[in-house]
């Protein structure tokens, strides 16, 4: 299936401060931007077809993909001032590079991108700035099998703070943490069918508008997942990620599971 990928918006609660135009997908993870790992999340289940909706610094994701280096994240052999390539990331990649403007909503972006879906019933959609663990596969299958227009995938809320209850007199009668409590967060994964285009007006947003609207008419799905999962609104929780990946703890990676158990099958064979 398609993937499309909103990587527009300002993200200015990363810019710390700085002036630099450079979108949130493009903050660093390891040696690799937070988009590339999202992006071989998707194609490590298969999906290689990419639509980026561009909008602020949309040349800094141009450029990247355009002067990608594969030796970055790859094995490689140098020989005789050539390289050859043990692996690559990106060789059976399509991309579409769509500018989507600077302050369209996402709902809008999606709408713009809409004749790149050349009709496909399914596509797939992410904001292209949340990591996760989840069963891709298993999200999508049972979407298939409901009558619905969209699925989101939903996570408990990942605030630390704590809600209090209030009884008379400002006696309090109980403290909750916020993730214990029986909600659940938008996790920024979707799939798609092309009902929910009926249901996102010009210059609207694809959850307020159109899941919303699918919602109230019994046609949104939710895919629970209580794994692994991260967003990146802010520089510490950038941070964090990229730690994490420096020292190893990198669940949202299922690509690198893999590939460590058919290294460890060639060994033993």
Not at 32 to 50: C, D, K, N, Q, S
Not at 149 to 177: N, W
């Amino acid at each position: 299936m398609k993937v499309v990928l909103f990587c527009g918006g300002y993200g200015m609660r990363m810019r710390n401060g700085s002036a630099d135009d450079v979108p949130k997908p493009m903050a660093m993870v390891g040696p690799r931007p937070l988009i590339w790992h999202v992006m071989r999340y998707y194609a490590h289940f298969g999906h290689t077809e990419f639509i980026l909706c561009l909008g602020y610094g949309a040349h800094h994701i141009k450029d990247f993909f355009l002067n990608y280096e594969e030796t970055t994240s790859n094995d490689f052999v140098l020989r005789g001032g050539r390289t050859e390539l043990l692996s690559t990331d990106i060789a059976s990649w399509t991309i579409t590079f769509v500018q989507t403007g600077i302050e369209s909503p996402i709902g809008e972006r999606l709408r713009r991108v809409r004749p790149y879906l050349d009709g496909d019933e399914m596509f797939l959609a992410n904001y292209a700035d949340v990591l996760t663990d989840a069963p891709l596969p298993e999200m999508i299958d049972r979407f298939s099998r409901r009558d619905a227009g969209a699925s989101m995938m939903v996570v408990p809320p990942q605030s630390s703070f704590h809600c209090v209850e209030l009884g008379e007199d400002g006696l309090v009668g109980g403290i909750t943490p916020v993730s214990e409590l029986p909600l659940w967060e938008n996790g920024g994964y979707f799939v798609l069918r092309q009902e929910v285009f009926d249901h996102i007006p010009e210059g609207g947003d694809l959850v307020a508008d159109g899941c919303a609207q699918l919602a109230k008419r019994g046609r949104l799905v939710a895919h629970q997942h209580r794994g692994f999962w991260k967003p990146t609104d802010t520089v510490k929780e950038r941070a964090a990620l990229d730690e994490a990946y420096t020292r190893g703890e990198r669940p949202w990676a299922v690509w690198e599971q893999d590939d460590a158990g058919r290294r460890a099958a060639v060994r033993t064979a």
